[in-house]
Nanobody
Framework: HVQLVESGGGSVQAGGSLRLSCEFR????????MGWYRQPTTRAREPVAC???????AYAWHARQRFTISQDSEKRHLILQMNSLKPEDSGMYFCAYDADCAGGHVPVGSEWNWRGQGTQVTVS
């Protein structure tokens, strides 16, 4: 049984930064892709970023040049560093596990087999 626990959300002014963390509990973490997606208040769910089993990252267009996804050496913690935040980045951010990330594809929410409870990000 896989459990994903997010932390690090909060409120920040436009142009600021936040660092989201996701702890992976249970299962064999090295077997599948991990990533983040978000649920904005007034838009459909959006992919954000993912990192494949070989460590290759991929980003949705809105996250490029501003967000960085990474894992610790044991792959038990997934990090999303978000810089130059904009109000349109506001929403609930979900850590997710096990989806097809081949070829730089960044999965949308419904493609992931496991997800956490989410952490709220508010940019004003």
């Amino acid at each position: 049984h896989v459990q994903l626990v997010e932390s690090g959300g909060g409120s920040v002014q436009a142009g600021g930064s936040l660092r989201l963390s996701c702890e992976f509990r249970g299962g064999s973490v090295s077997e599948h892709c991990m990533g983040w997606y978000r649920q904005p208040t007034t838009r459909a769910r959006e992919p954000v970023a993912c990192i494949d089993v070989d460590g290759t990252p991929a980003y949705a267009w809105h996250a490029r040049q501003r967000f960085t996804i990474s894992q610790d050496s044991e792959k038990r913690h997934l990090i999303l560093q978000m810089n130059s935040l904009k109000p349109e980045d506001s929403g609930m951010y979900f850590c997710a596990y096990d989806a097809d990330c081949a070829g730089g594809h960044v999965p949308v929410g419904s493609e992931w087999n496991w997800r956490g409870q989410g952490t709220q990000v508010t940019v004003s």
